[in-house]
């Protein structure tokens, strides 16, 4: 299993550009969720799906827009990157409500 | 809404000593997962133990080992036998067993610890 994968690994963006954040796991893990680590903050919720089809906003949603058409999946949108938005972002998945979750490697979004 | 503390935003420790990490939490449910996940400069997100709150034993994992004091509200990480690759950033979270809680982890701002040899 490759467990969860994010891609890119970097990227750096204009004000006002969009652009998707991808996350994959092939373990069926039913929840998958979207994370931001900024520095001394801990990390933070954005967005959360339980399964496919279904999603629900964290605690930090704004600016961030995500879908799930398929278990695998569970994508995150940019619609207009402001430098707020730079961070590290991680996607998990999870088993039900099982006690682990899995992290993926983290992507560096930089917006200038 | 839970919340999780963690209130030594750096600590520091000689190779081979032991060196303990604090975090409290403030809930009402009676049933959780508490975890301490490790983050080194490579930025992926470690698990490195996990208590369940029903339990009354402490988790233990080899060097790593957990105090569990439920009534308390606090659930401290001791590394023994401390050696240069635990240097990290710690990360203290809690995850709910409820409906409309349990599809996310709570967690806290952190602790980086800095081992000296």
């Known amino acids: 299993n490759a467990g969860v994968t994010q891609t890119p690994k970097f990227q750096v963006l204009k004000t006002g550009q969009s652009m998707t954040l991808q996350c994959a796991q092939d373990?069926?893990?039913?929840?998958m969720s979207w994370y931001r680590q900024d520095p001394g903050m801990g990390l933070r919720l954005i967005h959360y799906?339980?399964?496919?089809?279904i999603t629900d906003q964290g605690e930090v949603p704004n600016g961030y827009n995500v879908s799930r058409s398929t278990t695998e999946d569970f994508p995150l949108r940019l619609l207009s990157a402001a430098p707020s938005q730079t961070s590290v972002y991680f996607c998990?998945?999870?088993w039900g409500t099982g006690p682990l979750q899995y992290f993926g490697p983290g992507t560096r979004l930089t917006v200038l | 809404a839970q919340t999780v503390t963690q209130s030594q935003p750096e600590m520091s420790v000689q190779e081979a000593e032991t060196v303990t990490l604090s975090c409290t939490y403030d809930?009402?449910?009676?049933?959780?997962?508490l975890f301490w996940y490790k983050q080194p400069p490579s930025r992926q997100m470690i698990l490195v133990i996990r208590q369940e709150a029903y339990k009354q034993q402490n988790a233990t994992e080899n060097r790593f080992s957990v105090n569990f004091q439920k009534a308390a509200k606090s659930f401290s990480l001791k590394i023994s036998d401390s050696q240069l690759g635990d240097a990290a950033m710690y990360f203290c979270a809690y995850r709910s067993l409820t409906q409309g809680g349990s599809e996310k982890l709570v967690f806290g701002k952190g602790t980086k610890l800095t081992v000296n040899p």
């Open positions: 799906s339980v399964g496919a089809g």
């Open positions: 373990m069926n893990h039913e929840y």
């Open positions: 998990a998945s999870s």
């Open positions: 809930t009402s449910e009676s049933d959780y997962y």
